[in-house]
T-cell receptor
Framework: GQNIDQPTEMTATEGAIVQINCTYQ??????LFWYQQHAGEAPTFLSY??LDGLEEKGRFSSFLSRSKGYSYLLLKELQMKDSASYLC??????????WGAGTKLIIKP | GAVVSQHPSWVICKSGTSVKIECRSL??????MFWYRQFPKQSLMLMAT?????????EQGVEKDKFLINHASLTLSTLTVTSAHPEDSSFYIC????????????FGPGTRLTVT
């Protein structure tokens, strides 16, 4: 079967760094997405990894290891506005996204 | 680019009435559109996948006669919630896929439906 796991909730301090992990088990692999979702809003795109390695985009970076079925999202210099849910998703062959349950990130001052 | 709009952004309706939600891709043609539903503090749940000019494919447990989906053009898909009940109150989100090499879906801003 297909399964995506990520922690339910994490807490971090403003200005710090936090890493949100995601492990997946899928039949076939078409890349891995990270989305940010604030309460009451639709998801917004953060990153898409297809190849192994780290991709940096400003304060956010995303890492992928296909052999380990593992990805992480790294958020640096945390700001209060980064408090949100972070969703890991993998597309299947029909272009449907298989979603993790999401990680709620709580930022404390 | 790659903007998806939804209308309305929120709607309140009485139990037993029907509500139509529109999803439009504004600057690209969407070969496939997806409809999601999200209850508070829960993850996105895919309801159905629609391709332009063909019938939608519904996920298990989603009543196709209750949630009517019409993908009439490459830029417009509609979801009609028929005979709405309070338990249909939720956040409905559409996304669109352009059919290009990337698998990225572009999300609309969502529609909050409250059935009284």
């Amino acid at each position: 079967g297909q399964n995506i796991d990520q922690p339910t909730e994490m807490t971090a301090t403003e200005g710090a760094i936090v890493q949100i992990n995601c492990t997946y088990q899928t039949s076939g692999f078409n890349g891995l997405f990270w989305y940010q979702q604030h309460a009451g809003e639709a998801p917004t795109f953060l990153s898409y990894n297809v190849l192994d390695g780290l991709e940096e985009k400003g304060r956010f970076s995303s890492f992928l290891s296909r052999s380990k079925g593992y990805s992480y999202l790294l958020l640096k210099e945390l700001q209060m506005k980064d408090s949100a849910s972070y969703l890991c998703a993998v597309p299947d062959s029909n272009y449907q996204l298989i979603w993790g349950a999401g990680t709620k990130l709580i930022i404390k001052p | 680019g790659a903007v998806v709009s939804q209308h309305p952004s929120w709607v309140i309706c009485k139990s037993g009435t029907s509500v139509k939600i529109e999803c439009r891709s504004l600057d690209f043609q969407a070969t496939t559109m997806f409809w999601y539903r999200q209850f508070p503090k829960q993850s996105l749940m895919l309801m159905a996948t629609s391709n332009e000019g063909s019938k939608a494919t519904y996920e298990q447990g989603v009543e196709k006669d209750k949630f009517l989906i019409n993908h009439a053009s490459l830029t417009l898909s509609t979801l009609t919630v028929t005979s709405a009940h309070p338990e249909d109150s939720s956040f409905y989100i559409c996304s669109a896929y352009s059919g290009e090499s990337s698998y990225e879906q572009y999300f609309g801003p969502g529609t909050r439906l409250t059935v009284t």
